[in-house]
């Protein structure tokens, strides 16, 4: 009979003993794993190369795609209300140069969304803002900053105006 109740024991101290190991075989499992993972992210991390010719050759491409014929895309005249008393009547036609020909293309397909932006930045402003040249070249900044806000790979570089007359 005392053998019979040494067996059961015997069986849970087993058992014990094989879900210990499982457990410490698990832990040295994932603690392998996690230093590997903060290896590779820290010391085993290698960084692109860039090698200096490629940059250099990369950069000369760049100067010469900006240093050829400016791509500009004149806008019809625009006509719209400034803010303030007494009411003031602008009208303005607006030349955008662009970085690159696929700027000009996502210009033009703007179209009213382009104009949208412009005469709203236009109607924040009233006349004594637009009298100086700082206010002019500060209008200037906001339209470029408007467009490049709506444009997704295309860049405004810089905003002409041909024709401005407050009255």
Request: aromatic share 8%; net charge negative.
């Amino acid at each position: 009979m005392a053998a019979e109740e040494n067996q059961p024991a015997e069986k849970k101290r087993d058992l014990g003993k094989l879900l210990g190991f499982v457990f410490i075989g698990l832990n040295l499992c994932g603690l392998g794993v996690g230093s590997f993972l903060v290896y590779s992210a820290t010391l085993g991390h290698h960084e692109a190369v860039l090698r200096e010719a490629d940059a250099q050759k990369e950069l000369k491409q760049f100067e010469d795609s900006l240093q050829a014929a400016p791509v500009l895309y004149t806008m019809k005249p625009i006509s719209t209300n400034l803010d303030g008393v007494p009411r003031r009547l602008i009208r303005m036609e607006v030349s955008l140069e662009m970085l690159d020909k696929e700027g000009f293309e996502e210009v033009v397909g703007l179209g009213p969304e382009a104009r949208d932006a412009i005469v709203r930045v236009i109607n924040g402003k009233s006349f004594t803002d637009l009298e100086s040249v700082q206010g002019k070249l500060q209008l200037k900044t906001q339209i470029a900053s408007a467009l490049n806000g709506f444009l997704k790979s295309g860049v405004v570089k810089n905003v002409y105006f041909s024709d401005f007359v407050v009255q």
